[in-house]
């Protein structure tokens, strides 16, 4: 769509999530570097899914939700606490981040960055769907970082 990009200093795209990133491991979010944010973003919106889940789990699994970012936003430190932003539910019934945590084989994971138009009235016990279904129409540009995670 346009400029926008997502990357981590912790492993590039298409290549392996540090195990430290896991749900069994230290399960903190990996550090992440935003770029290219359209001049009339009002704010951005984060989701982690596994898409890969489908056949264990029967659906996409949401791993963190986050929206409301500021749109100056340059960097997500690993461990990140959102004091400017909503975090969601994710689908182990946590808020925040939830690491990978492939049952059956390697994964891949995908960190989907939206640059939207507004900002969300939702409360922290929004899923992905919510989310999902709160940006349609709303995203200005769009950028996506994957990586896979060991079984």
């Known amino acids: 769509m346009g400029d926008l990009t997502i990357d981590s200093p912790a492993f590039d795209h298409g290549e392996r999530i540090p195990e430290e990133y896991g749900y069994t491991e230290r399960n903190v979010n990996p550090p992440l570097e935003i770029g290219g944010v359209p001049d009339d973003a009002e704010s951005l919106a984060l989701i982690v899914d ?68 507004t900002t969300l009235e939702h409360g922290s016990d929004a899923s992905a769907a919510d989310i999902e279904s709160a940006i349609d129409g709303r995203v200005l540009d769009r950028a996506t970082l994957e990586g896979t995670y060991p079984a």
């Open 50 to 117: 596994d898409p890969d889940a489908k056949e264990p789990a029967g659906k996409v699994w949401d791993h963190w939700i986050v929206w409301n970012v500021p749109p100056d936003t340059e960097t997500i430190p690993e461990d990140w606490g959102p004091e400017e932003a909503t975090e969601g539910t994710n689908d182990y019934g946590d808020h925040g981040y939830g690491g990978p945590n492939p049952p059956d084989r390697e994964h891949t994971y995908r960190f989907n960055l939206y640059a939207l138009d």
